[in-house]
């Protein structure tokens, strides 16, 4: 089959061949087009400026850190606040402290001990509470050992009780009528005398009872508690 070109007939083949090798003239044209002077030119005049370079990352470096700087310790010294010496505090035992330590700064040793070797009546207690609570500490200018006992109508309730600085807490049951209550000193400590500061609580939680003692070993300070 041959297509007729002027008066001279094209074989059908070469056609197609032709047809075959236009693309690719097209594309060579296309290239070499781009490639003259390795760059395009700007369309309608603009000035598309240099490129922008891509923003850097950050890697964060996981075995490269600093080591982080430790707090700051507090100047402020560490206590334990007793919550029982906070709220039956007496003021007046500030003033007795700092007369204890007036007389162990003039001679303690020089003080007449005998006086302190007797017993002490420390009043009659009346009541409707089923219990006391009677908290107790050491009394003097500062915790030198000082022990006691205590004894409800001649039975002992608990002995030792170490005076520390805070108070601490014991609970007394009531008889119904007449209960003595004895606090016996077990020693004197570094210090004579023997010295403690207590208060006594009912079981509405008021203060019905607060004082002081100062005893030789073997004396003892007492009340009389009469349940209503």
Do not use: C
Request: hydrophobic residues 40%; neutral net charge.
């Amino acid at each position: 089959m041959a297509y007729i070109y002027g008066d001279k007939p094209v074989p059908m083949r070469n056609v197609f061949y032709l047809l075959l090798l236009l693309p690719v003239f097209h594309l060579r044209a296309q290239n070499e087009f781009l490639n003259k002077n390795n760059s395009l030119a700007p369309v309608g005049g603009i000035n598309m400026g240099a490129p922008s370079s891509a923003p850097s990352v950050y890697t964060p470096n996981v075995f490269n850190k600093d080591k982080p700087t430790a707090a700051p310790k507090s100047t402020i010294p560490e206590k334990e606040v007793d919550m029982a010496t906070q709220q039956f505090a007496n003021p007046g035992d500030v003033y007795k402290d700092k007369l204890n330590k007036k007389l162990m700064a003039e001679g303690g040793a020089n003080i007449d001990m005998s006086q302190f070797r007797r017993n002490i009546d420390l009043g009659e207690i009346k009541t409707q509470s089923e219990y006391l609570l009677v908290l107790y500490r050491d009394g003097g200018a500062s915790v030198d050992g000082d022990e006691v006992k205590l004894l409800v109508n001649g039975t002992v309730e608990k002995s030792p009780m170490f005076l520390g600085y805070d108070y601490k807490q014991l609970r007394i049951n009531l008889a119904k009528g007449f209960n003595k209550i004895d606090f016996e000193a077990l020693n004197e400590g570094l210090y004579a005398p023997n010295t403690a500061t207590f208060r006594i609580i009912d079981d509405k939680g008021n203060v019905i009872a607060a004082n002081h003692w100062d005893l030789g070993t073997g004396f003892k300070a007492s009340y009389m508690v009469i349940k209503e």
